[in-house]
């Protein structure tokens, strides 16, 4: 009889245990801003899903800087043992989150800051994904004026920009990327009235770095084309929406709390890529040639393999500077801190860094 007590009191604390993990996420935005933070939440319901027993929950629109750190603290003495910071600005109350609370493990998506305990670093490789559009828009483009929406001066923005034009330098040298500067996020206003000017200018491809899918309407309205961000918008613009690159961050959810709950899990700067499934591009809209998805697809496999690199040499930036050598690539660090613009983008980087 004991030993029948003994092994349901053994089940019964096996079941408990699987349920007593609460994790947090704390957005810089709305779940329904079609962006950014859904596609974070839509990693948060993979996770849900995916791993029986975690308790997830989500605080949306949380200012950046020090107003979050009090949400942080909240989450942690309502038990939660697992928390995601989902944007920049929450890097530094993060870290010290961190540092007072080491039974709590944080993650912070987009930043540098982490250590060897309970302190983790995550974000995607985008550029991959950028570099893929990018030959889409090289190879759709007529007017050979393609126009970028770019949201705020920080070597994330500038690296998007300059994979996506070698992307379209690759298939179409003769084409150029126009850059027109936001300095928001989320504000479909402004956003729409940037890529208007781009439509104006004559582009016939549309792309962004924000979160709302105005430059996208913006295009369709005008009957141009446009590549998305963040995630699928095709619903937004049907006949006009190309592809965009994409977030996919429930696997890495999973695996994150999984090893979590088994303690396997260490903690570091994980920056992970097409390969790990991370990034990808949205399905290609009905206006893409076969042509055009087998160039794409080609590069997105060899990208995947490790046999190819965007930032592959020989590059140059607007000054004709030779920046990266023939059969060179540039390392994490110089990407990390990417100033500079490849040949054929138009614009110029703002000083500052827009947060």
């Not at 349901?8 to 604390?13: D, K, M």
């Not at 245990?17 to 596609?39: C, E, M, N, Q, R």
């Not at 965007?310 to 140059?316: D, L």
Request: with cysteine.
């Amino acid at each position: 009889m004991k030993k029948f007590l003994a092994l349901g009191l053994a089940v019964v604390l096996s079941v408990m245990l699987l349920a007593v993990i609460k994790v947090g996420f704390i957005y810089v935005g709305s779940v329904g801003d079609a962006g950014w933070t859904y596609a974070h939440d839509v990693g948060r319901r993979y996770l849900e899903e995916h791993l029986p027993g975690v308790i997830t929950d989500y605080l949306e629109s949380i200012p950046e800087g020090e107003e979050s750190y009090r949400y942080i603290v909240d989450y942690i003495k309502k038990g939660y043992k697992v928390i995601f910071t989902t944007s920049f600005g929450y890097m530094d109350q993060t870290e010290k989150a961190a540092e007072k609370y080491p039974n709590v493990y944080f993650f912070h998506c987009s930043g540098y800051k982490y250590n060897d305990k309970n302190f983790s670093a995550y974000f995607g490789r985008m550029y991959q994904a950028r570099f893929l559009t990018g030959i889409v828009a090289g190879m759709m483009t007529k007017s050979n004026i393609i126009g970028y929406v770019a949201a705020h001066p920080i070597p994330e923005v500038i690296r998007g920009i300059n994979a996506f034009a070698l992307g379209v330098k690759l298939v179409n040298p003769k084409a150029k990327v126009h850059v027109v500067w936001t300095h928001t996020w989320y504000d479909p206003a402004t956003e729409r009235e940037a890529a208007i000017s781009l439509l104006d200018a004559g582009a016939d491809v549309i792309t962004q770095h924000q979160d709302s899918p105005a430059p996208v309407q913006a295009a369709a309205e005008r009957g141009k084309y446009a590549i998305g961000y963040n995630s699928d918008m095709s619903m937004f613009a049907p006949e006009a929406h190309l592809t965009a690159p994409v977030w996919n961050w429930g696997p890495f959810y999973v695996k994150a709390v999984k090893e979590i709950m088994n303690g396997t899990w260490k903690s570091g700067f994980y920056w992970l890529g097409l390969k790990e499934g991370i990034v990808d591009i949205a399905p290609f809209g009905p206006a893409v040639p076969d042509k055009v998805k087998a160039v794409v697809n080609a590069f997105k496999e060899l990208i995947k393999e490790g046999k190819f690199d965007p930032f592959t040499g020989p590059i140059y930036d607007q000054k004709g500077n030779l920046k990266v050598k023939a059969g060179e690539k540039l390392s994490d660090k110089e990407l990390l801190e990417m100033n500079w613009f490849v040949d054929n983008v138009v614009g110029e980087i703002p000083q500052g860094s827009g947060e």
